[in-house]
């Protein structure tokens, strides 16, 4: 099991920018994946970007060429930077992490991004 916990958040202008950090409890170099999902309301929730195995990346193709995802793993902590950021972004920005492919997921609490017009 792993802890995390995501800062970053925020109120932002359209074409803005954010970096999400995502704080972790334990080593995040062996996780089996981490990365980002997240929720607006009356949405579901959608995967925004995640690492696999350590370096195999996926981002969303509603993201694709705006938001970049990368760790760092001597402070244990994974970034989403998010550019050119739009309304439609707007959402609880959760950070997720499976420590094996047959274990749980766990989640981080969300930080709220808000892209106003």
């Known amino acids: 099991q792993v802890q995390l916990v995501e800062s970053g958040g925020g109120l932002v202008e359209t074409g803005g920018s954010l970096r999400l950090s995502c704080a972790a409890s334990?080593?995040?170099?062996?996780?089996?994946?981490v990365g980002w999902y997240r929720q607006a309301p009356g949405k579901q929730r959608e995967l925004v970007a995640r690492?696999?195995?350590?370096?195999?990346?996926n981002i969303a193709d509603s993201v694709k060429g705006r938001f970049t995802i990368s760790r760092d793993n001597a402070v244990n902590t994974v970034y989403l930077q998010m550019n050119s950021l739009k309304p439609e972004d707007t959402a609880v920005y959760l950070c997720?992490?499976?420590?094996?492919?047959?274990?749980?997921?766990?989640w981080g609490q969300g930080t709220q991004v808000t892209v106003s017009a």
């Open positions: 997720y992490a499976q420590v094996a492919v047959w274990g749980p997921i766990d």
């Open positions: 334990r080593s995040i170099a062996s996780l089996y994946k």
């Open positions: 690492i696999t195995g350590g370096s195999n990346t």
